[in-house]
């Protein structure tokens, strides 16, 4: 089982990125998996960030980043997206997507650094 994220970089500020992030692994379809993203910084916990779920009907955000990123996923490229937009300093962090299924099970994947700064 494998989630790679990739998309990361250095932004400036109002800039937008989008982060991919690749399914592997899974003897369950893509389709049952109920897909997150979360960021943490140097010293703090994992903050949640966006979830959608598994049939593709509900999302939902935090409120630090709601109106400005957008999450999404691709069935048949076993692939979930976090477009970001209008992306501030306090933005930067390493994101995670994680696959969650059957209750409370949820892999991790190793993440991606997202730098903004001028």
């Known amino acids: 089982v494998q989630l790679a994220e990739s998309g990361g970089g250095l932004v400036q500020p109002g800039g937008s990125l989008k982060l991919s992030c690749s399914v592997s692994?899974?003897?369950?379809?893509?389709?049952?998996?109920?897909m997150r993203w979360y960021r943490q910084t140097p010293g703090n916990e994992r903050e949640w960030v966006a979830r959608?779920?598994?049939?593709?009907?509900?999302?939902s955000y935090a409120n630090s980043v709601k109106g400005r990123f957008t999450i999404s996923r691709d069935t048949v490229k076993k692939a979930v997206y976090l477009q970001m937009d209008n992306l501030k300093p306090e933005d930067t962090a390493v994101y995670y997507c994680?696959?969650?299924?059957?209750?409370?099970?949820?892999?991790w994947g190793q993440g991606t650094q997202v730098t903004v700064s001028s």
């Open positions: 692994g899974f003897t369950r379809p893509f389709s049952t998996l109920s």
């Open positions: 959608i779920d598994a049939a593709d009907v509900r999302r």
């Open positions: 994680t696959a969650q299924y059957g209750g409370s099970n949820e892999v």
